[in-house]
């Protein structure tokens, strides 16, 4: 199984409202990550954990939380998000993250999010 | 910051030409990865370049890893409709850190 899934693949919420993105892998990756991407724009880091610790947050805004529950599952917790806040949110996932032969990430397809 | 440019921002070509895209940082990096992404898709892993001077061919796609290791580019040759999409490079400066990606060269390709 080489793949990442991520659910729901579309959402729309409201700026008042909370839910959560969902990450999933089972290609033995200790390393996952969440990434924020605009439309024509490259993928932006947001957060990455490595063996369910968060190592690196990309100085995101604290109504976006991550959260690692195992080393196969990563969720995104949304609240009070604003319209800007628009965009494709990717979840990869890496045998490590360091080493020459762990850096290879791969992506899940995407959840595109709509905040009104 | 590390400063890594993607050039061209978009290319448009006829099929069966060759396409090029350039990707250069300020600084040497300690590797680079480059990836695809289809209109409406999600990014596909392509390759891993590590050494200095390293050149590696896929098919049509052939990549290389400057002397430097600074700037890295791939080509394409005689591109098909198939190869339409956006090629990011995304570098790394050190063994350990996130990869930053570039800005990405949108290609597209007209039969």
């Known amino acids: 199984d080489t793949e990442v899934t991520q659910t729901p693949k579309h959402l729309v919420m409201g700026m008042t409202n909370k839910k959560s993105l969902k990450c999933e892998q089972h290609?033995?990756?200790?390393?996952m990550y969440w990434y924020k991407q605009k439309a024509k724009k490259p993928p932006e880091l947001m957060f990455v954990y490595s063996y369910e610790k968060l190592s690196i947050n990309e100085s995101v805004p604290s109504r976006f939380s991550p959260e690692c529950p195992n080393s196969s599952l990563l969720n995104l917790h949304l609240h009070a998000l604003q319209p800007e806040d628009s965009a494709l949110y990717l979840c990869?996932?890496?045998?490590?993250?360091?080493?020459?032969?762990?850096?290879?990430?791969?992506f899940g397809p995407g959840t595109r999010l709509l905040v009104l | 910051g590390q400063q890594v440019m993607q050039i061209p921002q978009y290319q448009h070509v006829q099929e069966g030409e060759d396409f090029t895209t350039y990707c250069n940082s300020s600084?040497?990096?300690?590797?680079i990865q480059w990836y695809k992404q289809r209109p409406g898709g999600h990014p596909v892993f392509l390759i891993q370049l590590v050494k200095s001077g390293e050149v590696k061919k896929q098919k049509r796609l052939t990549f290389q890893f400057g002397e430097a290791k600074k700037n890295s580019s791939l080509h394409i040759t005689a591109t098909q409709t198939t190869d339409v999409g956006t090629y990011f490079c995304?570098?790394?400066?050190?063994?350990?850190?996130?990869?930053?990606f570039g800005k990405g060269t949108t290609l597209s390709v007209s039969s």
């Open positions: 990869a996932s890496s045998l490590g993250t360091s080493g020459a032969s762990s850096g290879t990430q791969y």
């Open positions: 290609m033995g990756h200790r390393a």
């Open positions: 995304a570098p790394r400066r050190q063994a350990g850190t996130a990869l930053i």
């Open positions: 600084t040497t990096l300690s590797n």
